[in-house]
């Protein structure tokens, strides 16, 4: 059964740095897109950044040039750097998979999240 695993989240102050990582799991890792997702509390859960099969990346604006998604396949990790944390980076943030090439329109399964939240 495929099912990420993230962490790596907790509480830092604006300006501050941190790095969340998600555990992948699947018989072949590099055979699926990474991608992080964030839902901040009564709003919709949003795109952050996703590295492809091939290790291409994509960001959101919002976070672009502040963050950086990678990849290990050989331990079935994919990572996300994060620096210059704003309070409006807080959120829930999730790791999800797919067997999608390129930036998949869809991802199809999700880990439980992990809450950031960036203190003023």
């Known amino acids: 059964q495929v099912q990420p695993v993230e962490s790596g989240g907790g509480l830092v102050q604006a300006g501050g740095s941190l790095r969340l990582s998600c555990a992948a799991s699947?018989?072949?890792?590099?055979?699926?897109?990474l991608g992080w997702f964030r839902q901040a509390p009564g709003k919709d859960r949003e795109f952050v950044a996703a590295i492809s099969r091939s290790g291409s990346t994509y960001y959101a604006d919002s976070v672009k040039g502040r963050s950086t998604i990678s990849r290990d396949n050989a331990k079935n990790m994919v990572y996300l750097q994060m620096s210059s944390l704003k309070p409006e980076d807080t959120a829930v943030y999730y790791c999800?998979?797919?067997?999608?090439?390129?930036?998949?329109?869809?991802?199809?399964?999700w880990g439980q999240g992990t809450q950031v939240t960036v203190s003023s």
């Open positions: 699947g018989r072949t890792f590099s055979s699926y897109a």
């Open positions: 999800a998979q797919s067997p999608a090439y390129g930036l998949p329109k869809v991802f199809d399964y």
